[in-house]
């Protein structure tokens, strides 16, 4: 136990000197149909290169995954990309990022992507968005991680998806203190600001060591 807590301060002190460097952000494969979910994702990418802040996500060039990856690497910020192979076979990987991982199956993507970002942000996307922004809501709740997660939560495209969780609250599903953790916002420079400051707060290990 000893030993946990020396490692467990050590970790907070590095994360005090190197504050958050990379975003995991999951997003549609596909555009939408209004413009605004294309010119909030350059946005939110713009300031991510701007404040230095790398680009974790899907690999893809299309739809909105794209969009972000070439607003980031448009402001001179990095941007890494994890995909299968599946999806590579299937042309559309972006070919012009700073680094391009490529495995084997969406449980390795996932993976990756969990443990070299810093914090997570779902845009507007679909069921593999919903899919991976639950499942770390989930790990932070099991204490597997701890790192933040947001909603990008443009022209109110995640109204309904909070109204069912809350729902799950008022019906003893989800603790209120679970969605309460959960940052919303609709303006990419306070979601930044939000999620800079709840990563302060937050350790960066994989392991919940007051369990050990």
Not at 9 to 24: H, Y
Not at 41 to 58: D, H, N, T, V
Not at 90 to 103: C, K, M, N, P
Request: glycine fraction near 10%; proline fraction near 2%; hydrophobic fraction near 45%.
């Amino acid at each position: 136990m000893a030993g946990a807590f020396v490692l467990k301060q050590s970790i907070n002190l590095i994360k005090s000197i190197n504050p958050m460097k990379s975003i995991g952000v999951f997003c549609g494969a596909n555009a939408g149909t209004n413009e605004v979910y294309r010119t909030s994702a350059e946005k939110l990418g713009k300031l991510m290169a701007a404040q230095s802040i790398e680009l974790i996500f899907g690999g893809g060039k299309v739809g909105l995954m794209g969009v972000i990856a070439d607003a980031v690497l448009g402001g001179g910020g990095a941007a890494t990309g994890v995909i299968p192979q599946s999806l590579v076979d299937r042309e559309v990987a972006h070919q012009g990022l700073s680094e391009l991982i490529v495995v084997q199956t969406m449980h390795e993507r996932k993976a990756i992507m969990a443990s070299r970002s810093d914090a997570f942000v779902a845009m507007p996307g679909g069921f593999g968005t919903f899919d991976e922004i639950c499942e770390i809501i989930t790990w932070n709740q099991l204490g597997i991680i701890q790192k933040p997660v947001a909603f990008y939560n443009v022209n109110g495209f995640y109204d309904k998806f909070f109204d069912m969780i809350d729902h799950c609250v008022g019906e003893g599903f989800i603790n209120k203190t679970q969605r309460e953790a959960i940052i919303v916002e609709d303006d990419a420079e306070l979601l930044l600001q939000k999620v800079r400051k709840t990563s302060d707060a937050f350790s960066d290990y994989w392991v919940d060591f007051e369990r050990i």
